[in-house]
Structures are given as structure tokens and as C-alpha cells.
T-cell receptor, first 116, second 113 residues
């Protein structure tokens, strides 16, 4: 079946502009994650959605970052008033869910964001 | 602080050779440890996942080991191929019903002909 897809694959924006990144998880996966990967750094957790529960937003670096997941499927990560330090690859992953931490996470190809 | 440290940062080997990548972690409590392969421009793909009770797990030419007492893991690649060129990421899942993964920075492996 289809894997996790993300769009756009690349995004170049000017400092101060807002951007929206999209993630389509694997059908039937109830858990969805957003991560940020900066050059030479490990993946940094941003936000976690699980079913109809309130999302875990503890990883969002500032209030310029927000995310929503509509209908328990597609998710959008929004960055307002982008800054140069926001330049990174944003990865989305989905899993069958649960809180045991043992479910396999399947990653999308990422969106490379460049803020000029 | 929960951390995952990987070594070496980068590695170059010749095609057909073996190599071993290291991972040390200080995550506690501990649920499981995973190794991912990330090709350039792609998302990570799972290679192995081990719970604290497992010492070794293989996936083709990839063999992961885990010593939960010393909090060390290794990934051994046998008879390397050019397609093994990628970043290899060690990831630890804390226990306690917590589903956030903690990622190492990865080892960048280059296999040369």
C-alpha cells in the first residue's frame, strides 16, 4: 500500500512569510508525528497526534509553530513568520498508534524548508 | 538528561568489507531500541527493533546487538554494498507509556567501490 507522503518536497520562502507543510499518513494509522531534522542533528520531536486525544505539543519550539490533523488523517504543520533558523527538513511519521512506544513508525520523505 | 550518542560520526569503507557502528544511550526508563537507515533525501526506514530482553537481532546483512546493562548497542553490516551508503540512526524509546522517540545524530556511512 501507499506509504506516508508529504508535500511539498521542497519549499523556499522569504523570512517573515508563513508556510504550510502537509502530511498524508498511511491509511488506518491513528498516530501521527512531526519531526524536524537540522543539518548534522538528530531528529527533533515536534508534535504527536493520537486518535481523538489532545495532541502532545511539547516539542514545538515556539508559538509560531502549530499543527492540526483533520478527520484523523491528513495533518498540516504551519510555521508563521518564518525565521532563518527554521530552515530544516520536516519529517512526518505515522504508526498504528498506542502509547507503549513499541509501534513501528513509518516516515515520509520529508519537506526541505529553506528560509532566505 | 535522556541522550543517544553515536560513533563514529562518519565512516568510509570499501565495498565488500564489514563495519560496526556504535550507539550509547542514557535513556531511562527504557522500552526499546531501534536502528534506522536514512538514504539521502528520504525518510528513515526501520532496520531492527529490540526490547531490553533481546541481545541480538538480524535483518539480512544487518545485525544489531544490545547490552541493556551497559546501555550500548551496535549495528554490524556484513559484506557491504554500495547501496549501504546512508546515515544510520540509533533511536531509543523510553518506557512508561511514553511514545516519544529519542534520536541519535546518526553515523554517515560511505561505501566506495
Amino acid at each position: 500500500g501507499a506509504g506516508v507522503s508529504q508535500s511539498p518536497s521542497n519549499k523556499v520562502t522569504e523570512k517573515g512569510k508563513d508556510v504550510e507543510l502537509r502530511c498524508d499518513p498511511i491509511s488506518g494509522h491513528t498516530a501521527l508525528y512531526w519531526y524536524r531534522q537540522s543539518l548534522g542533528q538528530g531528529l527533533e520531536f515536534l508534535i504527536y497526534f493520537q486518535g481523538n486525544s489532545a495532541p502532545d505539543k511539547s516539542g514545538l519550539p515556539s508559538d509560531r509553530f502549530s499543527a492540526e490533523r483533520t478527520g484523523g488523517s491528513v495533518s498540516t504543520l504551519t510555521i508563521q513568520r518564518t525565521q532563518q533558523e527554521d530552515s530544516a527538513v520536516y519529517l512526518c511519521a505515522s504508526s498504528l498508534g498506542g502509547t507503549s512506544g513499541s509501534y513501528e513508525q513509518y516516515f515520509g520523505p520529508g519537506t526541505r524548508l529553506t528560509v532566505t | 538528561k535522556n541522550q543517544v550518542e553515536q560513533s563514529p560520526q562518519s565512516l568510509i569503507i570499501l565495498e565488500g568489507k564489514n563495519c560496526t557502528l556504535q550507539c550509547n544511550y542514557t535513556v531511562s526508563p527504557f522500552s526499546n531500541l531501534r536502528w534506522y537507515k536514512q538514504d539521502t533525501g528520504r525518510g528513515p526506514v526501520s532496520l531492527t527493533i529490540m526490547t531490553f530482553s533481546e541481545n541480538t537481532k538480524s535483518n539480512g546483512r544487518y545485525t544489531a546487538t544490545l547490552d541493556a546493562d551497559t546501555k550500548q548497542s551496535s549495528l554490524h553490516i556484513t559484506a557491504s554494498q554500495l547501496s549501504d551508503s546512508a546515515s544510520y540512526i540509533c533511536v531509543v524509546s523510553p518506557g512508561g507509556g511514553y511514545n516519544k522517540l529519542i534520536f541519535g545524530a546518526g553515523t554517515r556511512l560511505a561505501v566506495h567501490p
